[in-house]
């Protein structure tokens, strides 16, 4: 007959004994090394040259004149702030992603002034008189006796 518990034993007793234990590092040793980039402040070479060279100990690149680059390399969109939404095909599939982030971001800023987007807090009979108490109360009161005056009077 097989023993389950004999042969767990054995296993833990062979993991326990061939693990590898980790040192932990303390202190400043455990923070990541930061690998300062040194800045070219030569003129000459921030003008005429890429500044840019993947090989150890060859020259700089040349920036050649504008002729020389493709037309498409002027009209590339350097703006970081997103394509005014009256600038873009309202066909595309990015126009109505846009639409739907901001339809969303609108709803979850309106949803955040009274807790709207906690789960707790979803509840249609008495969000009014949540977020407004005792104003509710008087208003709606006020609004009926309103509505009672108004079919009296028809």
Known sequence: MFNFEVCH???????????KKVKATKGIA?????????????????????????????????????????????????DRRPVPLNEVNKNSYYYWRRIRKINRDLINNLSSVDGWHRKDHRSFENHSLRFYGNLYLAVSKWSDSKKLLENKND
């Open 9 to 19: 034993n054995i296993l833990c007793t062979f993991a326990r004994k061939y693990s």
């Open 30 to 78: 455990a923070l990541a090394k930061i690998r300062e980039i040194k800045v070219e402040t030569d003129a000459e070479k921030i003008v005429n040259c890429c500044c840019i060279n993947y090989r150890i100990g060859e020259q700089p690149i040349p920036l050649k004149p504008d002729s020389e680059y493709p037309e498409w390399l002027w009209t590339l969109r350097t």
